[in-house]
């Protein structure tokens, strides 16, 4: 079983199932790993740690970010799971890390930074100011929103 008839085999089990956003992130990881491959398919035994590190780079340079990248790899992982699963892939070729094998690629430092945004005084006054009673299904929100803002010391 090569690596895009894995993935295709994935695909159609997902849209059998009707798991169409799972599905979509199988399909788009499989695409990228196409145009990373130049349409070349390859066998399980040929991905390793430079294959992923390669594939990592090539992400990055088309505008991926950490957790871009993570999401793509992480699909690739749970594809090479499965094909260990069915017999596709001898466990002992497994390339990512594990407790097992610490020279695996790990994916843990792909984690995406957050870039934290605050409400500036004047949007927060604005907001204490809001006519909540013209909009009555948002009370809630409201209410849950400004006792937690007033609940953390400010």
């Given amino acids: 079983m090569s690596l895009y008839n894995m993935y295709k085999t994935i695909i159609k089990e997902l849209r059998n199932a009707e798991k169409v956003n ?4 199988y399909q788009t990881s499989l695409n990228l790993l196409i145009k990373f491959t130049n349409n070349k398919d390859i066998s399980f035994y040929a991905i390793d740690y430079n294959f992923l590190k390669s594939f990592e780079s090539f992400l990055l340079k088309r505008g991926n970010s950490g957790g871009g990248i993570h ?3 992480r699909t690739l992982r749970a594809i090479t799971n499965e094909a260990i699963r069915r017999k596709y892939l001898e ?3 497994y390339p990512f890390s594990t407790q097992f094998n610490k020279e695996g690629y790990s994916l843990s430092h792909l984690k995406s930074q957050a870039a934290p945004r605050a409400l500036s005084e004047k949007d927060m006054e604005s907001f204490k100011k809001f006519n909540i009673a013209k909009y ?3 009370e809630n929100s409201y ?3 400004m006792f937690s803002y007033y609940a953390s010391g400010n």
């Fill in 91 to 93: 466990a002992e070729y």
């Fill in 71 to 73: 999401h793509h790899m």
């Fill in 143 to 145: 209410n849950y929103f």
């Fill in 22 to 25: 799972t599905l979509d992130i």
């Fill in 136 to 138: 009555p299904d948002f």
